[in-house]
């Protein structure tokens, strides 16, 4: 099975960092890294040359401009770019426990998507973890909250792992799906501009479509970097959207995923690229 991973960014590139210094210390690499940038500048670009050069699989930065919180239209370009069967999904912000990669490919099965644990580094530890360039977290370690969501364990994954999610537990800060569904159901939902929910919209397309959620716990475990959210106070326009995916039950989105696999048929382009790129 070919594994594509997609880390999403916007101008964090010190997180980004430890992202990605987290991947190179993987016991299962994927086979490609995609780095979807909702226009962030140069010094991200830098931060990915250098573990481009370092990490023993190809590493991809597709760069959009800077029009806003555009999320759905950055992952949705990395999964036209992905050439595995698999795609796996993180945020810039998520430093991974070392099976990561490894676990997600385990519980991976046809006709399922995967969502992922989150544990959750303080301000505190986020702090020193970034000061130090530290991957280490853990249940024992200070600067965490709501530890067990930091605990590996093969043994108790195969008794608490869920074969359903709920939506309140969907964050597409760590998910896993089969290229094949994403393209099916076209994607991510790119008129939702601006903070969430567009990865609980692309979930109730995939669960309309048939494909089971699976909602993984005590494996594939990564750390949240604490930050000021992005979050939008009260109701936006991206609520009404997926409102309406669960009345009508519709199983793909308007405006998607397939306005870009033509651009990404025969590789990346260099317009896809950042313009500080080497």
């Known amino acids: 099975m070919q594994i594509s991973l997609i880390v999403s ?3 964090w590139p010190e997180a980004l960092d430890l992202v990605l210094m987290s991947l190179f210390h993987q016991r299962r690499m994927p086979d490609e890294v995609l780095i979807a940038d909702d226009g962030s500048s140069e010094p991200t670009a ?3 040359r250098q573990w481009a050069e370092r990490l023993p699989v190809p590493v991809h930065h597709l760069w959009q401009e800077d029009e806003g919180y555009r999320l759905a239209r950055s992952r949705n370009r990395a999964i036209a770019a992905a050439r595995g069967d698999y795609v796996i999904t993180l945020d810039g912000d998520m430093v991974l426990e070392p099976h990561f990669v490894e676990d997600h490919e385990r519980v991976a099965e046809p006709g399922w998507f995967v969502q992922g644990p989150r544990a959750h580094a303080t301000m ?3 702090k020193r973890m970034l000061e130090t360039r530290s991957i280490r977290f853990g249940p024992l370690r200070s600067g965490m909250r709501r530890r067990h969501l930091a605990v590996r364990s093969p043994w108790l994954a ?9 939506m309140r537990r969907i964050r597409g800060c760590n998910q896993a799906f089969w290229r094949a569904d994403l393209i099916a159901v076209n994607g991510f939902e790119e008129r939702m501009i601006g903070w969430g929910p567009e990865d609980k919209e692309c979930a109730t397309r995939l669960l309309n479509a ?32 997926l409102e309406a995916t669960i009345r009508a039950r519709k199983t793909r989105c308007e405006i998607g995923l397939d306005q870009h696999l033509a ?5 990346i382009p260099a317009r896809a690229r950042p313009p500080w790129s080497a």
Request: with cysteine; hydrophobic share 30%; glycine share 10%.
């Open 9 to 11: 960014t916007y101008n």
């Open 46 to 48: 830098q931060v990915v």
């Open 124 to 126: 505190e530890g986020t």
């Open 158 to 166: 195969k008794r608490y792992t869920r074969d359903y999610v709920t």
């Open 210 to 241: 048939g494909i089971r959620g699976r909602e993984v716990r005590f494996m594939a475990v990564a750390c949240h970097l604490e930050h000021a959210s992005r979050q939008t106070e009260g109701s936006t326009p991206n609520d009404a959207l």
């Open 263 to 267: 651009e990404f048929a025969s590789g």
